[in-house]
């Protein structure tokens, strides 16, 4: 027998800059029932007032209980654009039954500036500098790119104009949109490299077309990104051994990585570059390759890696949740790492460790015995100059131990 689906009780509308004048029939009329109106402060300015007690959104668990507390009578939340998209939306539908919601969209501010710059929504990719750092976009850095980027502030245009000429982006065609769908609306066209506006309207939307100056450092999408695209002080995961290890470690969507050891952050950083919807916490013990692994993360597209700062195995406590995979780089100087580790992985989770030194080898080959998995040697050598000629430099040979835990 399957439940009654519930009663939708609770309806998200979603406002334009035009206000009630954007809304659909249904949904104003939703709007003209509601016992409850909850929403942003303006947004709630929108809506002239009429006999809804309101309620501003002011933090989210006291929000949701006031939401939940209010269950049985029309409340309707008043959201920005698309509440699906970088809104409440989802929220709401996470932490009530779905069914029990009602939802009127209205357009986004990724399909208006797509019509205002005649882009096909398809080809370009949406970024949000709202919910992450601005950073975000240097995974996105292909000439030809057309990406769209919701602001946090009036200052992210300029943000964004700086970030690109930085990174050898500086001819990039950039334009603002300033509260789009309202009487206020305005565009702002301009290049990165010359951006001359400090501070524009806090509600906008950038559309950046990619275009690369001669100096520009244009990676490749699938992990093994050169060695100099990171600030390191040698204790690197080397660009071939890179590749091979996050093709071993496999990032699935949404999965959480443990970098153990994380030096100067390549792993931790590719993984999210790999997987974005992905977690990656970088434990490293150095502070100032702590500090590295943040510039490198900022500058290559993925600042949402966490850093945690702390001497393995102890800092390992003291994390919360557990990780779906954990990669060791090497350095098992602590006998019981390993272990640790392992212990730390649910059912089905993956540990990938690589190391050179053969008294680590041999605790990886003792391992390997006692938990299954796979040992592969990994030996790389690059040409190097002998005289007039040419031989080949071999590198300390890297062995890889992966496993998934029964
Ligand atoms: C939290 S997101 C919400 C997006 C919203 N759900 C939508 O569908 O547009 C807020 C960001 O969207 C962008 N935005 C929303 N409405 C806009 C408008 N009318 N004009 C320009 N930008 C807008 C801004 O970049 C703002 O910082």
Same mark, same amino acid.
């Given at each position: ?19 009630? $004048? ?9 709007? $003209? ?71 009127? =969209?209205?357009?986004?501010? +990724? ?37 769209? /980027? ?26 603002? +949109? ?21 501070? /524009? ?7 950046? @077309?990619?275009?690369?100056?001669? #100096? ?34 496999? =990032? ?31 434990? @490293?013990? $150095? ?18 890696? @966490? ?46 460790? #690589? ?27 690059? #040409?190097?100059? /002998?005289?007039?000629?040419?031989? +080949? ?14």
């Amino acid at each position: 027998m399957t439940d009654a689906a519930p009663t939708p009780w609770l309806t998200v509308i979603g406002l334009g800059e035009d206000g009630l $004048d954007g809304l659909s029939i249904a949904a104003r009329a939703a709007l $003209d029932a509601a016992d409850w109106l909850v929403g942003a402060r303006r947004l709630l300015d929108k809506v002239p007032p009429g006999h809804a007690q309101r309620i501003v959104w002011a933090g989210l668990d006291g929000t949701l209980d006031a939401i939940g507390a209010a269950r049985g009578s029309r409340v309707v939340v008043v959201a920005s654009g698309n509440p699906m998209w970088f809104g409440v939306g989802a929220t709401l539908a996470r932490h009530f039954d779905p069914r029990e919601i009602l939802t009127y =969209p209205a357009p986004s501010a +990724f399909s208006l500036a797509c019509s205002r710059m005649g882009w096909s929504m398809q080809e370009a990719v949406a970024v949000s500098a709202h919910a992450l750092p601005l950073e975000s976009i240097a995974r996105h850095l292909y000439p030809g790119r057309r990406l769209v /980027v919701l602001s946090r502030d009036g200052e992210t245009p300029a943000g964004i104009a700086a970030f690109l000429s930085e990174r050898g982006f500086g001819p990039s065609r950039m334009s603002v +949109f300033e509260a789009m769908g309202g009487s206020r609306e305005r565009r702002i066209d301009g290049v990165a490299a010359n951006w001359w506006q400090p501070e /524009v309207d806090p509600l906008n939307t950038v559309a950046v @077309e990619v275009l690369a100056a001669p #100096n520009a450092r244009i990676y490749g999408v699938t992990p093994g990104l050169p060695d100099d695209a990171f600030i390191h002080d040698g204790l690197l995961t080397k660009r071939e051994i890179r590749a091979v290890t996050l093709s071993t470690l496999a =990032p699935r969507p949404g999965e959480t990585l443990w970098d153990v050891g994380a030096g100067n952050g390549s792993i931790a950083v590719e993984w999210l570059r790999a997987n974005p919807s992905g977690r990656a916490i970088a434990i @490293e013990r $150095d502070p100032h390759r702590a500090e590295v692994i943040r510039i490198n993360a900022n500058r290559l597209g993925a600042p949402s890696v @966490e850093i945690v700062e702390g001497e393995v195995p102890e800092v390992l406590d003291t994390l919360p949740g557990d990780p779906d995979v954990i990669f060791i780089g090497g350095g098992l100087t602590s006998g019981d790492t390993l272990e640790i580790c392992w212990e730390r992985l649910p059912s089905g989770g993956r540990l990938v460790v #690589n190391v050179v030194a053969l008294e680590s080898a041999a605790q990886l080959i003792a391992f390997q015995k006692r938990y299954g998995g796979t040992l592969t040697q990994l030996a790389i050598a690059r #040409n190097a100059p /002998v005289g007039a000629m040419t031989k +080949f430099d071999p590198m300390a040979p890297v062995i890889q131990y992966a496993g998934v835990k029964a």
